[in-house]
Structure formats: C-alpha cells, structure tokens
Nanobody, 120 residues
Framework: QVQLVESGGGLVQAGGSLRLSCAASGSIFSINAMGWYRQAPGKQRELVAGIGSLGITKYDDSVKGRFTISRDNGKNTVLLQINSLKPEDTGVYYC??????????????WGQGTQVTVSS
C-alpha cells in the first residue's frame, strides 16, 4: 500500500511563510509527477504547483513568484515553500503523486490534506 503524508500547515498572518512537506511511502517502484492542490471553501480543488520527474515545474498564476515546489527523489518527498501569504491562499492543501507500483500499474495517489489558514 502507498501512502502520502503531509505536514507543515497551520495558521499564519498575511505576509508570513510556510513550508509544506509530503512524503510517499510503501510499495513504490518509481514516482512520476508530484504536485500540490488547494481546495478553498466552496470552490473546486485546483493545482497550485506541480513538478515532473525531471524537475520541470508548473505554477498557477495566483502563486507565481511566491510559491516554490521542489522534490527529493531519494526521500520520495515533495516540498512547497510558501512566501508572502495572502488570505486568498487559505484552504486545504493536498499532495498528489503519480506513482508506479509495478511494471504494469501506475496511478495517482492523494494525501489526507493539510489546512492552511491565512489571517489578515
């Protein structure tokens, strides 16, 4: 069984910073892309940052210049450094990873989510 465990969320004032971490464990053959999704109250879950197996990154326009995604392949971990937080960044952040568990099977896995709340 594969699990993704997130940490680093919390309550922060506007302008502050957070670092989110997500570690994958279990029967992992390899990991393709990894990313962070955010779901704000009453809104759809959306991709805020993604990183491919070769390190190519993608960011939502709302977080460009403030969020930085990185990965440590040796630790099966993806990080999201968040700076200059805004109240609009509030939501539940979910880790996602496309993981190959055998030579025949590859699918997306999700973490449990970590709450980020930004106060004004």
């Amino acid at each position: 069984q594969v699990q993704l465990v997130e940490s680093g969320g919390g309550l922060v004032q506007a302008g502050g910073s957070l670092r989110l971490s997500c570690a994958a464990s279990g029967s992992i053959f390899s990991i393709n892309a990894m990313g962070w999704y955010r779901q704000a109250p009453g809104k759809q879950r959306e991709l805020v940052a993604g990183i491919g197996s070769l390190g190519i990154t993608k960011y939502d326009d709302s977080v460009k210049g403030r969020f930085t995604i990185s990965r440590d392949n040796g630790k099966n971990t993806v990080l999201l450094q968040i700076n200059s937080l805004k109240p609009e960044d509030t939501g539940v952040y979910y880790c996602n990873a496309r993981i190959r568990t055998t030579i025949w099977e590859e699918r997306d896995y999700w973490g449990q989510g970590t709450q980020v709340t930004v106060s004004s």
